[in-house]
T-cell receptor, first 113, second 114 residues
Framework: DGGITQSPKYLFRKEGQNVTLSCEQN?????MYWYRQDPGQGLRLIYY???????QKGDIAEGYSVSREKKESFPLTVTSAQKNPTAFYLC????????????FGQGTRLTVV | GESVGLHLPTLSVQEGDNSIINCAYS??????FIWYKQESGKGPQFIID?????DKRQGQRVTVLLNKTVKHLSLQIAATQPGDSAVYFC?????????????FGRGTSLIVHP
């Protein structure tokens, strides 16, 4: 089955630590995205990548970093510079073109303890 | 009823009623729109899409209406069921440097009472 896999489903981070969220897709999509969702809120774009070895900042990139070394993988690191990291993180991918739907993973819920 | 404010807009309906969820968009040049459904603790899933050369598109129990004059989309769900309880987002691709980035509206929480 093709799809997007995010791991872990739940993640706990101590203050001052960096953590990395995994996102893997086998849909052969060029574009991948990371969104943050806070309770009762919409999806805000953190970073996106349209092609391997290239990525762009979204609306709320501060305190986050990404890499895109392989087409299938787009990990997100939440650094200690992110002051309020507790949220639900969603990874998505799309095919190229304007009329294409986004496929989402099941999300990672990050909690700072 | 529907409430707006700091919290997600919410629509409460009885099972069997029809539901209408609304969405306003700002970019008059947008020519493709998608509705997504997000169940609690899960990622959003595609429901239905519509292109700007259409004003209506129907799926199974769902209909999307597009009014380009007032930049408004609506999602109609017929005979709403408890399994329809979820947050619904409208989305449009945002053009940036030759790419199209899925951009989501605020979302509406649909609560279906048995």
């Amino acid at each position: 089955d093709g799809g997007i896999t995010q791991s872990p489903k739940y993640l706990f981070r101590k203050e001052g630590q960096n953590v990395t969220l995994s996102c893997e897709q086998n849909l052969n999509h060029d574009a991948m995205y990371w969104y943050r969702q806070d309770p009762g809120q919409g999806l805000r774009l953190i970073y996106y990548s349209q092609i391997v070895n290239d990525f762009q900042k979204g609306d709320i990139a501060e305190g986050y970093s990404v890499s895109r070394e392989k087409k299938e993988s787009f990990p997100l690191t939440v650094t200690s510079a992110q002051k309020n990291p507790t949220a639900f993180y969603l990874c998505a991918s799309t095919d190229t073109g304007v009329d294409t739907e986004a496929f989402f993973g099941q999300g990672t819920r990050l909690t700072v303890v | 009823g529907e409430s707006v404010g700091l919290h997600l807009p919410t629509l409460s309906v009885q099972e069997g009623d029809n539901s209408i969820i609304n969405c306003a968009y700002s970019n008059s040049a947008s020519d493709y729109f998608i509705w997504y459904k997000q169940e609690s603790g899960k990622g959003p899933q595609f429901i239905i899409d519509i292109r700007s050369n259409m004003d209506k598109r129907q799926g199974q129990r769902v209909t999307v209406l597009l009014n380009k004059t007032v930049k408004h989309l609506s999602l109609q769900i017929a005979a709403t069921q408890p399994g329809d309880s979820a947050v619904y987002f409208c989305a449009e691709p945002y053009a940036s440097g030759g790419s199209y980035i899925p951009t989501f509206g605020r979302g509406t929480s649909l609560i279906v009472h048995p």
